[in-house]
């Protein structure tokens, strides 16, 4: 069932122009946060990778089911995909910024 929104509950439109009036990240900034992001995103496919391991170890002394194993594999399989695809296109992003005439 879809709940009506309440007055109090929404975000009042000041708070939103003094959002857009904030001070503006610098282009340095602007990319050591996406740096951080992806630092952050290959952080976490390698501890899906290390759960995968502890999984599998688990799984050869009977303490996990092969289930859970398996769903842990294709969660790690995903995310490693995923991350291909990214850099794939942020690499022909690049590659299309480097064929600009400028």
């Known amino acids: ?15 939103l122009l003094e959002a857009s009036q904030s001070k503006q990240a610098t ?3 602007l990319t050591q946060s996406f740096g951080q992001y992806l ?6 496919v390698s501890a899906q990778e290390k759960n995968v391991h502890t999984m ?23 995310s490693l995909q995923l991350t291909a695809q990214v850099r794939n296109k942020v690499i022909e992003a690049y590659q ?4 600009m005439q400028v």
């Not at 069932?1 to 439109?13: D, F, K």
């Not at 299309?96 to 064929?99: G, H, K, L, P, V």
């Open 56 to 78: 599998n170890d688990k799984f050869l002394i009977g303490e996990v089911d092969v289930s859970q194993v398996l769903i842990a594999s294709e969660q790690a399989q995903l």
């Open 27 to 29: 282009p340095a900034e």
């Open 96 to 99: 299309e910024i480097m064929r």
């Open 39 to 44: 630092q952050q995103a290959i952080d976490g």
């Open 1 to 15: 069932m879809i709940q009506s929104l309440q007055l109090s509950q929404a975000q009042p439109v000041s708070k």
